[in-house]
């Protein structure tokens, strides 16, 4: 288990990393947030009803779960 330092390194890291790619002009901000409340769902309830059951959802839909998912997973 790493240290509360190397861990926080770590998340400063990956923070700006994704930062970069917000920040990046095709990116829509907060489309996946309106879609989890539009839906009386938290985000992260949402990606896991999205990646149980994929066959219901759109592709941007799922892109966007698994996109959640490898943020979480840091």
């Known amino acids: 288990m790493d240290s509360h330092v190397i861990r926080n390194a770590k998340l400063q ?12 002009p095709g990116i829509k901000k907060r489309v996946y947030t309106r879609k989890a409340k539009r ?7 949402l990606m896991k009803d999205v990646l149980s059951n994929p ?3 759109t592709d941007e839909t799922r892109r966007q779960a698994h996109f959640m998912k490898n943020i979480l997973k840091e």
């Open 39 to 45: 839906a009386h769902k938290k985000t992260t309830r």
């Open 13 to 24: 890291s990956v923070n700006a990393m994704f930062q970069d790619i917000a920040e990046s």
């Open 55 to 57: 066959e219901d959802y």
